[in-house]
């Protein structure tokens, strides 16, 4: 199943001579534990003459390393025969692998439990006692396995405005960045122009800094009705002055 947002995880981890097994699961709205993710991993070398606490906690590790996009987002329960935490953290000097893996877990919530107060540890013992045979190592590998939260970015907000009155022309807009920053600018016309004139070349302006600064999402907001209908190929455009700005603004709209 997919995992619920907002409930705490339970981790069973096991060890055998020869491997390290960790079950994921989770209580859903009816108290029934469902399972979530299964991975195992073969001892090789050195590992194989870790002590059982040492290979509980390599288990953990293991755990943490593959499955760290389902950790950083829940508490972790952790059930196991015994207590790799407190056996971390009763040395004195941590040194060599010990210090790493303390480094490595420092960053995730995991709570160790009492074995005895989880009902659905006998699915536990049965992944244990009878492990896959298989002649081929189990591929545990994924695409973007450190891609831990994906989320929609929040756009870009694009304000222009531009006017004609008798002390002159100008244009202005204001941007403003997903996390809320406010950028304003302020240009004053050299020639004659149209009020619909000046609103184009505040947006035109406006859209050049934006493309240099490789914003791709923009929501844009003006007064002009005018020219935010043409922009949307709501209006056509008959003005043989606008037509100009008009081609330069759906050139721009490719880069969004």
Same mark, same amino acid.
């Given at each position: 199943?997919?995992?619920?947002?907002?409930?705490?995880?339970?981790? @069973?981890?096991?060890?055998?001579?020869?491997?390290?097994?960790?079950?994921?699961?989770? =209580?859903?709205? /009816?108290? &029934?534990?469902?399972?979530? #993710?299964?991975?195992?991993?073969?001892?090789?070398?050195?590992?194989? !003459?870790?002590?059982?606490?040492? &290979?509980?906690?390599?288990?953990?590790? %293991? #755990?943490?390393?593959?499955?760290?996009?389902?950790?950083?987002?829940?508490?972790?329960?952790?059930?196991?025969?015994?207590?790799?935490?407190?056996?971390?953290?009763?040395?004195?000097?941590?040194?060599?692998?010990?210090a790493k893996w303390v480094m490595l877990l420092s960053k995730f919530d995991?709570? #160790?439990?009492?074995?005895?107060?989880?009902?659905?540890?006998?699915?536990?013992?049965?992944?244990?006692?009878?492990?896959?045979?298989?002649?081929?190592?189990?591929? *545990? /590998?994924?695409?973007?396995?450190?891609?831990?939260?994906?989320?929609?970015?929040?756009?870009?907000?694009?304000? %222009?405005? +531009?006017?004609?009155?008798?002390?002159?022309?100008?244009?202005?807009?204001?941007?403003?960045?997903?996390? +809320?920053?406010?950028?304003? &600018?302020?240009?004053?016309?050299?020639?004659?122009? *149209?009020?619909?004139?000046?609103? @184009? /070349?505040?947006?035109?302006?406006?859209?050049?800094?934006?493309?240099?600064? !490789?914003?791709?999402?923009? =929501?844009? @907001? +003006?007064?002009?009705?005018?020219?935010?209908?043409?922009?949307?190929? /709501?209006?056509?455009? &008959?003005?043989?002055?606008?037509?100009? #700005?008009?081609?330069?603004?759906?050139?721009?709209?490719?880069?969004?």
């Open positions: 199943m997919t995992p619920i947002p907002g409930y705490p995880l339970i981790l @069973y981890i096991f060890i055998t001579t020869i491997a390290v097994e960790a079950l994921l699961e989770q =209580l859903d709205d /009816e108290g &029934k534990e469902r399972a979530i #993710y299964y991975i195992n991993r073969t001892l090789v070398g050195c590992e194989l !003459n870790y002590s059982p606490m040492e &290979k509980a906690c390599l288990a953990v590790i %293991f #755990y943490s390393q593959k499955l760290q996009h389902y950790k950083l987002s829940h508490t972790v329960k952790l059930i196991c025969k015994i207590d790799p935490f407190k056996y971390l953290l009763s040395k004195t000097t941590l040194i060599g692998r010990m995991i709570q #160790y439990v009492d074995r005895k107060s989880i009902k659905g540890l006998v699915i536990a013992d049965q992944l244990e006692e009878t492990p896959l045979l298989d002649a081929y190592p189990l591929i *545990t /590998e994924f695409p973007n396995e450190y891609v831990c939260i994906v989320s929609a970015q929040r756009p870009w907000k694009l304000f %222009f405005d +531009g006017s004609h009155t008798q002390r002159g022309i100008g244009t202005g807009f204001l941007i403003v960045t997903p996390q +809320g920053d406010l950028i304003p &600018k302020s240009f004053k016309q050299a020639f004659p122009c *149209t009020n619909n004139i000046a609103e @184009y /070349e505040a947006f035109i302006i406006s859209l050049k800094i934006t493309i240099q600064w !490789n914003i791709s999402n923009l =929501l844009v @907001y +003006g007064d002009s009705q005018p020219i935010i209908r043409q922009t949307n190929d /709501e209006y056509q455009t &008959k003005d043989d002055k606008l037509l100009p #700005y008009k081609r330069m603004v759906d050139d721009f709209k490719s880069n969004f």
